[in-house]
């Protein structure tokens, strides 16, 4: 299905919106409407005019000055006055929001141990899916999502180091490729916005996350399974126990701020090992990866 | 799973560099000492052979900065 035509009900404050992401509060500048479309189709719910300052980010899309705003034109992202990626064409302004969000939270939001990996819950517990690139999280993560599982994140395994829990912070599943199709073929009713063709990831397309999702994106989930997922072509669907010791080597490597947070992360992350069945899936048919899953979760 | 405080890192021992670690957190032991207690748990005749091995557990627990030899 593709993303209606919603209304913008919500407050606009001059040229910035304020809006939460699960625990942040974001002050987003913006002007153009390449960028305000989707992002009051998916995120309009969230949008806040109640926040208060100080922010958790001061963030920007904006023309850069100079001939580029009209010849070609292209956009910048800025994080306070940083500008970590090189200009995006302009119609790709939503792809570049999302992707400099994740460099925010990536790069600052240390009170949390920070892991690559997709999050979902299902029956109070929640299943961990760390993995690198092109593995498949992605789509695995939103196939779970359209069977009921709740999303946290696709992108971020957000570990409260004081009760160990994970933090949601629900937002759009950026699809990439063939992986649209699939997603779009798996779920029907998947709600999907317009495909970005060509961008540095190649052709991507946005998942909204399901309305429950959204609705208890401020209710964290103890953590009970760590999946490392990997497609393969052509594969069936193994699933393999993992020893505690190289989980944890894998989700250290995995997380992006280990090293920065030294003690906390090492005890941390100890404990999420201990508190969690660990496994290896190698999958070819999405279908029977999220058949696993859900016997996982049994009962 | 070894966390070091002095530099930060994280290491993965084996089981019995990861005992030698243990034991001395109990208190300093010298090589000979620590390859009589190992070769007792591991139920091994304490050799040369088995005391080099402890020596060279000791360097490498040296050189990550795990352990330190007493002046």
Request: aromatic share 10%; with cysteine.
């Amino acid at each position: 299905m593709k993303v209606g035509s919603a209304a913008r009900p919500f407050v606009k404050k001059g040229d910035w919106i304020d809006f939460r992401t699960g625990p942040f509060f974001v002050r987003l500048e913006t002007r153009l409407p390449e960028l305000l479309d989707p992002f009051y189709r998916f995120y309009g719910r969230a949008v806040d005019a109640s926040a208060v300052e100080p922010f958790d980010f001061y963030v920007a899309v904006k023309p850069p000055v100079g001939l580029r705003r009209w010849f070609r034109p292209q956009v910048l992202f800025f994080l306070d006055s940083e500008t970590p990626f090189e200009p995006f064409p302009r119609s790709h302004a939503f792809p570049l929001l999302e992707w400099g969000l994740n460099y925010a939270i990536a790069t600052r939001a240390h009170q949390y141990c920070l892991l690559h990996s997709a999050v979902l819950e299902r029956n109070g517990r929640a299943l961990i899916l760390p993995a690198l690139p092109g593995s498949g999280k992605s789509t695995l993560c939103a196939a779970l999502m359209h069977r009921g599982w709740r999303l946290l994140s696709d992108e971020f395994g957000m570990v409260r180091p004081e009760t160990g829990e994970l933090v949601p912070m629900p937002r759009v599943i950026p699809l990439k490729n063939r992986s649209i199709e699939v997603i779009r073929d798996f779920a029907p009713e998947a709600v999907l916005g317009p495909v970005f063709p060509g961008t540095r990831k190649g052709d991507v397309a946005h998942l909204a996350p399901t309305a429950d999702s959204l609705a208890r994106q401020h209710e964290p989930a103890r953590p009970a399974w760590i999946v490392f997922p990997r497609f393969v072509s052509g594969a069936g669907c193994t699933l393999e126990p993992v020893a505690d010791s190289l989980a944890f080597i894998r989700l250290s490597n995995n997380s992006f701020n280990y090293q920065l947070l030294g003690e906390t992360a090492y005890r941390t992350l100890t404990r999420l090992v201990a508190g969690c069945e660990r496994y290896h899936l190698e999958y070819g048919d999405l279908e029977s990866a999220v058949v696993r899953m859900e016997a996982l979760a049994a009962p | 799973m070894v966390f070091s405080r002095l530099t930060g890192e994280t290491h993965l021992l084996s089981a019995l560099p990861a005992e030698v670690l243990r034991m001395l957190t109990e208190g300093e032991k010298s090589g000979a000492e620590l390859a009589t207690a190992t070769g007792a748990l591991c139920e091994v005749t304490v050799d040369e052979d088995w005391l080099n091995g402890i020596d060279r557990i000791l360097q490498r627990l040296e050189a990550l900065f795990l352990v330190e030899p007493v002046d």
